[in-house]
């Protein structure tokens, strides 16, 4: 309970520093989207491409097997 009540006033906070008549951040907000982003796309990217040749390799490997086996 103590932290869906602490949730709601992160949540109201955050929503009160960027509200025009809040804090007004909504542009700082934008600054750091407009730099995370690409970062986080980059991020994921390499990702992907990690996930993808470990898939290359298990594919590879199963291969490997069944030549094995039979």
Sequence with gaps: MKALI???VI???ALFSVVPNGL???G???VF???AVPVIAVFIG???VF???ADIKDRAEEKKAKK???
Aim: no cysteine; net charge neutral; charged share 15%.
């Design 51 to 53: 996930i993808g040749i």
């Design 24 to 26: 007004g951040w909504w």
């Design 11 to 13: 949540l109201g906070a």
């Design 46 to 48: 390499l990702i992907a």
């Design 68 to 70: 094995e086996k039979g």
């Design 33 to 35: 989207l407009r730099g």
């Design 6 to 8: 602490l949730g709601i």
């Design 28 to 30: 700082d907000v934008l």
